[in-house]
C-alpha cells in the first residue's frame, strides 16, 4: 500500500489540502499533519487515515526508514516553505518533508499567498532545483469548471496527477 502525507499549515486555503485527503483513494495509507496556525482538526472517520501531532518530531513520518511515498503540503505557508528552504526542521511538517529531500521522493508544496515576494520566489527556485515540486493552486479553464466544487477539483486533480494517484477529478485536455 503506498504512504501518502498530507499536510496543511497557514490557515487560508486549508480546506484544499483537507478535501485532497478525504479524496484520496481507499487504497492508499493516508497519513495527515496539521500546523498549530491551520487550528484545523479533521474529525472524520476515515479508511486508513493516521493523524500526527505536528509537535511530534518522533512520529514515524519523521524517519525515512518509513518508507512514505510522497507528501503534498497543501496550503503551504510562506513560513514553512522557507525553514524546508533552509533546512529548519523544528516541528513534524518541516521534519517530514527533510526526510522527503533526503530521501528522494516526491514533495509538492502548494504556497497560497498571491504576490509572491522575491524572497519566496527565490525560496521556490531553491527547492525546484533540489526536486521539490511548486504547484499553487492555480487555475485553468480548459476544464471548464462552473462551480467553486469544480475548481477545487481541477487543483486536486493536478496534485494527484503529481502524486501519482489514478483520478477523475476535471476534465483533461482534448
Same mark, same amino acid.
Given at each position: 500500500? &503506498?504512504?501518502?502525507i498530507? /499536510? #496543511?499549515?497557514g490557515?487560508?486555503?486549508?480546506?484544499?489540502g483537507i478535501?485532497?485527503?478525504e479524496?484520496l @483513494?481507499d487504497?492508499v495509507?493516508?497519513?495527515?499533519?496539521a500546523?498549530?496556525h491551520?487550528?484545523?482538526?479533521?474529525?472524520k472517520e476515515?479508511?486508513n487515515?493516521?493523524?500526527?501531532?505536528?509537535?511530534?518530531i518522533?512520529?514515524?513520518?519523521?524517519?525515512?526508514?518509513?518508507?512514505?511515498?510522497?507528501?503534498?503540503?497543501? @496550503? +503551504?505557508?510562506?513560513n514553512? =516553505?522557507?525553514?524546508? /528552504? +533552509?533546512? %529548519?526542521?523544528d516541528? *513534524?511538517?518541516? &521534519? /517530514?518533508?527533510?526526510v522527503?529531500?533526503?530521501?528522494?521522493?516526491? *514533495?509538492?508544496?502548494a504556497? &497560497?499567498?498571491? @504576490?509572491f515576494?522575491? %524572497?519566496? *520566489?527565490?525560496?521556490m527556485?531553491k527547492?525546484a532545483? =533540489?526536486? #521539490? #515540486?511548486?504547484?499553487p @493552486?492555480?487555475m485553468a479553464?480548459?476544464?471548464k469548471?462552473?462551480?467553486?466544487?469544480?475548481?477545487?477539483n481541477?487543483i %486536486?486533480?493536478?496534485?494527484?496527477?503529481?502524486?501519482? #494517484?489514478?483520478?477523475?477529478l476535471?476534465?483533461?485536455w482534448?
Amino acid at each position: 500500500m &503506498r504512504k501518502i502525507i498530507i /499536510a #496543511v499549515s497557514g490557515a487560508s486555503g486549508v480546506n484544499l489540502g483537507i478535501k485532497a485527503l478525504e479524496l484520496l @483513494p481507499d487504497n492508499v495509507e493516508k497519513h495527515f499533519i496539521a500546523s498549530q496556525h491551520s487550528q484545523v482538526v479533521l474529525k472524520k472517520e476515515m479508511n486508513n487515515l493516521i493523524e500526527h501531532q505536528n509537535s511530534d518530531i518522533s512520529a514515524s513520518v519523521a524517519s525515512g526508514s518509513f518508507g512514505a511515498d510522497a507528501m503534498l503540503i497543501a @496550503p +503551504c505557508s510562506m513560513n514553512t =516553505l522557507a525553514k524546508i /528552504a +533552509c533546512g %529548519i526542521s523544528d516541528n *513534524l511538517i518541516t &521534519r /517530514a518533508a527533510a526526510v522527503m529531500l533526503k530521501e528522494q521522493k516526491r *514533495l509538492i508544496l502548494a504556497p &497560497r499567498e498571491m @504576490p509572491f515576494s522575491a %524572497i519566496a *520566489l527565490e525560496n521556490m527556485q531553491k527547492l525546484a532545483s =533540489l526536486g #521539490v #515540486v511548486i504547484a499553487p @493552486p492555480v487555475m485553468a479553464y480548459y476544464s471548464k469548471q462552473q462551480t467553486l466544487d469544480d475548481m477545487e477539483n481541477f487543483i %486536486i486533480g493536478k496534485w494527484f496527477d503529481l502524486l501519482g #494517484v489514478e483520478n477523475n477529478l476535471y476534465r483533461r485536455w482534448e
